[in-house]
Nanobody
């Protein structure tokens, strides 16, 4: 099995910064992509940012220019640097890892980490 563990959430004032980390471990074939999603109360889970093993990135419009996703392939770790945080960024942030066996894709999720932006 593959375990996905997030860290780095917390409470920050508007305009502040936070850095989230996520590591995938266990019986991994080859991590194809890793990403961050978030879910605010009453809302559906939505994509924040994702990055492939080749370094191709994709961002939600709401975070483009403020958040940066990066990855350490050797460590199967992904980071999300969040700057200029806004109250509407408050949510539980989930890490996602897509593992490719050569024939099938397997998707794994972390337990989530709370990010709260408030004065």
């Amino acid at each position: 099995q593959v375990q996905v563990v997030e860290s780095g959430g917390g409470l920050v004032q508007p305009g502040g910064s936070l850095r989230l980390s996520c590591a995938a471990s266990g019986r991994i074939f080859s991590i194809y992509a890793m990403g961050w999603y978030r879910q605010a109360p009453g809302n559906q889970r939505e994509l924040v940012a994702e990055i492939t093993s080749d370094g191709i990135t994709n961002y939600a419009v709401a975070v483009k220019g403020r958040f940066t996703i990066s990855r350490d392939n050797a460590k199967n770790t992904v980071y999300l640097q969040m700057n200029s945080l806004k109250p509407e960024d408050t949510a539980v942030y989930y890490c996602n890892a897509v593992d490719y066996s050569g024939a099938l894709y397997y998707t794994y999720w972390g337990q989530g980490t709370q990010v709260s932006v408030s004065s």
